[in-house]
């Protein structure tokens, strides 16, 4: 037995020396700095699997406790990384996870069905809500409503999630005088799991006193879209003294269906809403549902953003339907392309989203991407430089090279998929060292998570 064991740490003691050399080779033309993170990173990783490789072993000789209790205490404390295909909601302190490997090979074909999402972000994040300062269980503190509702889970997801757990509806009182140009994106969860048509909606509303506007009583000017969850039926209107001025009703939706014989099966969106002056565009994920002209009154002041719910089977039974949103971004303005990087010399936008933790581009960017390569393709002789900035979740020097390889990553984005030559981008990282906004809040953070493109 005991030359069994010695057997063991020998095996692992070579093991260990070539992945020291490997390691070493790999990272040969980084700086001095960056090769020694590298190195010490990606050995104590091959060092803790050999380990473990040695300690399985042995547990399995002797019958000891099984590792799986270590894996499973190693999951759970993984940090502030969450799900969701459409959201950012932080670099977490999962970052460095993904800095021991090279940009990641970006994902053309989730890309490309976002190939028509011609939408663009509001630049200045006004309010992000995900919910982070909330403890489960509980109504928010910047929320209004005339029903119920409490922050939860979705199983062993790090998301949280604003549950309305009664028809009415729920105000968030951070979204207030909406300027003429805005947008409002939201992840939206539904559930279907009884026999009623579910009835939900948001609203943009005109109001003398937004305190009041929590039921259709006080609303006289509003734009309203209603879905049925599981039905895909969807309709749009827009009043204006108590009058409908215009309306589109009946129409599908495939996006907001959620399918399936036992109207179990969830389906998880991302709404985005653009207003430009009198002009509205909404998306459901990469499909533009609605683009309607004329549907903000210029003579209106627009100051309350509710979402509403009708005919909900909120029973205590274990099959309750559901209706929940998170990652509420609110933001102001989009960037004109042409002139700030063309005219100005440098364009930053907030627009190009990333999974947390990773340089891998959320196909929700496509509509800024596309923006910059047009600009590039019209300004043949305009040569760029990328820098990437992360918010200050986890650490200085992992958020320093993943700020780096995200630059990198959106190169080679701009290069694979609109074919700009890369000859003309250089790139580079700042991490977390120059902060547009304060750190303390979700919407600072939000904020510093930003692309900078800068004419050289």
């Known amino acids: 037995m005991k030359n069994l064991i010695m057997s063991f740490m020998l095996l692992s003691i070579v093991s260990i020396g070539h992945a020291q050399e490997k390691v070493g080779k790999k990272v040969v033309n980084n700086s001095k700095e960056q090769t020694t993170n590298r190195v010490e990173q990606e050995a104590s990783e091959t060092v803790d699997k050999t380990l473990d490789k040695i300690s399985d072993g042995i547990d399995g000789l002797f019958k000891k406790k099984d590792k799986k209790e270590k894996d499973s205490k190693n999951k759970s404390g993984s940090g502030s990384d969450t799900t969701g295909e459409t959201s950012q909601p932080g670099d977490g302190v999962n970052a460095d996870k993904s800095n021991t490997r090279g940009a990641s090979a970006p994902q053309s074909q989730s890309l490309q069905m976002y190939s028509k999402f011609d939408f663009v972000p509001g630049e200045k994040v006004i309010a992000y809500e995900d919910f982070s300062e909330a403890n489960i269980g509980d109504f928010p503190l910047e929320w209004n409503t005339n029903s119920s509702a409490e922050v939860v889970r979705l199983g062993e997801e790090d998301t949280k999630w604003f549950f309305m757990s009664k028809d009415g509806f729920f105000q968030p009182m951070f979204i207030t005088d909406m300027p003429e140009n805005f947008t409002i994106e939201f992840d939206a969860f539904t559930r279907y799991r009884s026999s009623n048509i579910l009835g939900y909606q948001f609203q943009i509303t005109s109001s003398e006193n937004p305190r009041l506007e929590l039921g259709e009583e006080y609303t006289t000017n509003y734009i309203q879209l209603n879905w049925a969850a599981c039905e895909g039926s969807t309709s749009f209107y827009v009043v204006e003294n108590g009058d409908v001025v215009s309306k589109n009703e009946g129409f599908m939706v495939k996006e907001l269906a959620c399918g399936g014989d036992e109207y179990a099966n969830p389906s998880k969106v991302r709404f985005s809403i653009w207003r430009q002056k009198n002009r509205l565009r909404v998306y459901a994920n990469a499909a533009k549902i609605l683009d309607i002209p004329q549907a903000f009154n210029s003579n209106l002041n627009y100051n309350v953003f509710k979402f509403g719910t009708k005919y909900v089977n909120y029973s205590e039974t274990e099959n309750k339907d559901e209706f929940m949103v998170s990652n509420i971004r609110y933001a102001v303005g989009a960037a004109d392309t042409r002139s700030k990087l063309i005219t100005e ?26 923006d910059i390569a047009t600009v590039l393709k019209e300004n043949p002789e305009v040569n760029i430089k990328v ?62 998570r930003r692309v900078e493109f800068i004419k050289l």
């Open 387 to 448: 820098l990437g900035h992360t918010d200050s979740d986890g650490e200085a020097d992992s958020n320093l090279i993943l700020s780096q390889k995200r630059a990198l990553a959106v190169k080679t984005m701009l290069s694979k998929e609109f074919s700009i030559v890369e000859s003309r981008m250089q790139t580079d990282g700042l991490g977390e060292s120059e902060p547009s906004d304060s750190n303390a809040t979700p919407e600072g953070k939000a904020n510093n």
């Open 345 to 370: 010399g440098k364009l930053v936008t907030r627009g190009i989203l990333f999974d947390s933790g990773s340089d891998v581009i959320n196909p929700s960017s496509y509509g800024v991407l596309k």
